[in-house]
């Protein structure tokens, strides 16, 4: 019995022992292997946050411009909702046959669904104007996220058409403008722009409509909006015919908003 015991016994102790020694060794290896899998404190260490990327041009004032950087008696044309197919090559002409430059205020998906139509407007002269993306004329009362994502996205586009000229003027849809979407206009080089004289060309009237609501708005100041794209413009091109000379002939020039 007590050899049994004995042998039992021993044989319990030399079973431990080489038990301990092997459980030591398989944990100084499971150790070496987890250290081996553990990332470095480098890598393990968070990404560097990247800077926020600098806007594309010097800041300018977020004041809503209506004045003309031509001195004296002076008007700026302003056009808006474009590029359209249609109509933007017909009142480019109308323009260029009157030696007047314009500033064409664009929907960003319109500027990118016709990026040559872009180049021609910066080509002739005109200068551009970020006008949104989707043209809300509510979007005064939607988010600072949702006016960023309109201005910015539509800025790019429009310079992405225009192959680098720089968009210099940003004009809210229906003069919804915000402190904040006046303040990050300005902040990427877009002076907030607005208008004096409406010529109401959207609305249905007739080309004589259009005509006296211009003339008679026009000791207002000196922007004066139409349009060249939202539907048919056809009005609105043969008011510029008849508007643009008359206008020389009232000792008028042409200039385009300070900036």
């Keep these: 019995m007590a050899g049994r015991f004995g042998r039992g016994r021993r044989f319990g102790i030399e079973s431990g022992i080489i038990g301990v020694a092997t459980a030591a060794v398989a944990s100084a290896a499971a150790v070496g292997a987890f250290a081996l899998l553990q990332p470095s404190a480098e890598a393990d260490a968070p990404p560097a946050k ?45 323009l260029k046959e009157n030696g007047v430059k314009a500033t064409f205020c664009m929907i960003g998906p319109q500027a990118a669904a016709h990026p040559a139509l872009v180049k021609k407007v910066v080509a002739d002269g005109h200068r551009l104007c970020d006008h949104t993306i989707n043209h809300n004329t509510a979007m005064d009362h939607r988010s600072e996220e949702y006016q960023s994502q309109q201005i910015l996205d539509a800025q790019k586009m429009i310079e992405d058409a225009a192959g680098g000229a720089k968009v210099e003027y940003y004009r809210a849809p229906g003069g919804a403008f ?38 008679g708005e026009l000791r207002n100041g000196p922007t004066v909006l139409f349009h060249d794209g939202g ?22 020039g042409f200039g385009f908003p300070q900036r």
């Design 50 to 94: 990247k800077p926020a990327q600098p806007p594309r041009t010097a800041p300018v004032d977020p004041s809503i411009v209506h004045a003309s950087d031509r001195p004296g008696r002076s008007l700026n044309i302003t056009i808006d909702d474009g590029p359209d197919p249609t109509w933007t090559p017909k009142v480019l002409e109308v």
């Design 178 to 215: 915000t402190p904040y979407s006046r303040k990050l206009a300005a902040e990427h080089g877009m002076r907030p722009l607005g208008w004096n004289v409406d010529s109401k060309d959207f609305e249905g009237g007739s080309v004589a409509t259009i005509e006296s609501t211009v003339r």
């Design 231 to 252: 539907g048919n413009r056809a009005r609105t091109v043969e008011s510029l015919k008849r508007l643009l000379p008359w206008m020389k002939q009232q000792g008028y």
